[in-house]
């Protein structure tokens, strides 16, 4: 499967309209378009960072869609967008969750890698690091999420609730320190959102 993220910063009291109008209004209209697969929306409330996920069948999906949605996307995060950045990558390794709501937790980490070294990288995730992040309490999914070209990744892993998120610190953190050793990668950031819904149906 194929990924378009919308990465947006702006004033944390104007974040609550934005994330209402795509969770509604932009869910139902981005779940209309062919090759949909699912969504996943994440938010920093005391910040104001907003990260949506569309999930989609095939590249071909994910590219024409953004034709229909560029404006309706503007429109919806304003006036709260000050920032925004849409990329797109390539499912590498995908168990993300069916559906998941409020009261859910999401942990993502942002990875440099050399281009020559994606499949390394894809492998590692999937035979090492994923089954240990299964083995955790509160896991709900778990998906690498790579652009070959530009040699970069995000891992995105949900977690049950806050608490699950929080007792989770540790033994990640040991599995991230392994699995970059092993696959030569650089981790350049860590970030944690408050889930407003994840959910994504597998391939037909």
């Not at 795509?22 to 990260?51: H, I």
């Not at 859910?104 to 240990?132: H, K, S, Y």
């Not at 998906?143 to 530009?150: E, G, H, N, Q």
């Not at 989770?168 to 990668?185: F, K, L, N, Y």
């Amino acid at each position: 499967m194929y990924v378009r993220t919308l990465y947006a910063t702006g004033d944390p009291a104007q974040l609550g309209a934005a994330v209402d109008t795509t969770a509604s209004e932009g869910r139902d209209l981005v779940s209309e378009q062919p090759g949909f697969r699912g969504m996943g929306l994440f938010v920093d409330r005391e910040l104001g960072k907003f990260l949506a996920a569309t999930w989609w069948e095939d590249e071909r999906s994910r590219d024409a869609s953004d034709e229909v949605l560029r404006e309706t996307r503007a429109r919806q995060l304003a006036p709260f967008a000050r920032t925004a950045a849409v990329d797109n990558w390539e499912a590498a390794v995908a168990r993300p969750p069916r559906s998941v709501g409020p009261g859910a937790w999401f942990r993502l980490v942002r990875l440099e890698f050399d281009p020559a070294g994606t499949d390394v990288l894809a492998g590692i995730f999937r035979d090492m690091a994923l089954p240990r992040l299964e083995a955790l309490p509160g896991f709900e999914g778990a998906s690498l999420l790579v652009d070959r070209a530009k040699g970069r990744a995000m891992v995105g892993v949900v977690w049950s609730d806050h608490d699950a998120l929080a007792a989770s610190r540790a033994g990640v953190a040991a599995i991230r320190g392994e699995a970059t050793a092993q696959a030569r990668v650089i981790t350049r950031s860590i970030e944690e959102f408050e889930v407003v819904y994840a959910g994504v149906s597998p391939p037909s």
